[in-house]
């Protein structure tokens, strides 16, 4: 699974477990949403996400991410804090 994939690898470069769940559902969101775009939704398949996973870290280096939840705190999460963690 894809979502299953991404939230793993940001716990493995140190993120906290509800920190990984809001980022990696925000990225693969975002790249499903790319996906679709280039290809309709219909047709859209896991691998599809997986290849736009690159574009969406463009989108979010270009302008950050600002999600808030209902009920969570406003998360804020850019480009430069995805790339520091776990180095």
Do not use: Q, W
């Not at 736009?52 to 989108?59: E, F, N, Q, S």
Request: some cysteine; glycine content about 12%.
């Amino acid at each position: 699974d894809v979502l299953t994939g991404i939230i793993t690898a940001l716990l493995a470069r140190g993120y906290k477990p509800v920190d990984a769940c809001i980022v990696g559902t925000y990225m693969h969101g975002l790249a499903g949403d790319i996906a679709a775009e280039e290809l309709g939704k219909e047709s859209l398949i896991a691998s599809d996400i997986i290849r736009c996973l690159p574009k969406a870290l463009m989108v979010i280096g270009e302008r950050g991410v600002r999600r808030e939840e209902r009920g969570m705190t406003l998360h804020r999460i850019n480009y430069a804090t995805f790339a520091s963690k776990g180095s």
